[in-house]
Nanobody
Framework: SQVEESGGGLVQTGGSLRLSCTSP????????VGWFRQAPGKERETISC????????NYLSSVSGRFTISRDNVKNMVYLQMNNLGPADTAVYSC????????????????WGQGTQVTVPS
């Protein structure tokens, strides 16, 4: 895969996970990188994006104050730190890349990873 996510898993309510996004083919510091999620039977949600210049934009109010996007250009990684997780956060989380600025629209992103499952049992 051109973009790869990792770090998902099963976590109890109130727990934390850090998701990672990397690419064996692209230097992520040259790209804007977004995080998205999709729960079963629901539409995909845009969580946040970090621009190639390192400026974060948060799009999803339900995770405000709990989820933080960041990047480590030396490691070619973009992270999504997720705290105080609850059952409503259960979804497949994906990262995707684009150029020319962040966007809340998933259709604007060019390269997508396969996704990583996050499960928070109720």
């Amino acid at each position: 895969s051109q973009v790869e996510e990792s770090g998902g898993g099963l976590v109890q309510t109130g727990g934390s996970l850090r998701l990672s996004c990397t690419s064996p083919e692209f230097t992520l510091s040259f790209n804007d990188v977004g995080w998205f999620r999709q729960a079963p039977g629901k539409e995909r949600e845009t969580i946040s994006c970090i621009s190639s210049r390192g400026v974060p934009t948060n799009y999803l109010s339900s995770v405000s104050g709990r989820f933080t996007i960041s990047r480590d250009n030396v490691k070619n990684m973009v992270y999504l730190q997720m705290n105080n997780l609850g059952p409503a956060d259960t979804a497949v989380y994906s990262c995707a890349i684009k150029n020319f600025g962040c966007s809340p629209e998933g259709i604007d992103y060019d390269i997508w990873g396969q996704g990583t499952q996050v499960t928070v049992p109720s």
